[in-house]
């Protein structure tokens, strides 16, 4: 008999405390993340991201700059498991204003 794989988990939290200017991106799974790069898309300026390693616990920065607080942005996060395995996943950034 065939047993699936178990889903995973995107292994992410966003701390939004300090929106609409900054969001931190933290890895709250228990392995480290490779390859993890973001990419904003939207209104304003978020500078492209790419960092070799994300360890369990630490956190990312993300900058964003001239968006409107009432618009709609996306960023798009893409990593590799130890396995090697790749990951997209795609966080909001709606109502900038009201995440605060």
């Known amino acids: ?3 699936p794989t178990p889903a995973y988990a995107v292994p992410f ?4 405390s300090l929106a609409p200017r900054r969001y931190d991106l933290v890895n709250t799974g228990d392995e480290p993340v490779d390859g993890l790069t ?3 898309l939207g209104d304003g300026y978020c500078p492209p991201l790419a960092v070799r ?9 993300i900058a964003v700059f001239g968006a409107d607080p009432e618009s709609t942005g996306i960023v ?3 990593w590799r498991r130890p396995d090697r395995s790749e990951y997209l996943w795609r966080m909001s950034l ?5 995440a605060a």
């Open 1 to 3: 008999m065939h047993h």
């Open 13 to 16: 939290t966003i701390d939004r």
């Open 38 to 40: 973001l990419t904003h």
């Open 53 to 61: 390693r994300l360890e369990p616990g630490r956190s990312l920065s």
């Open 76 to 78: 798009v996060v893409r």
């Open 94 to 98: 709606v109502g900038h204003a009201r």
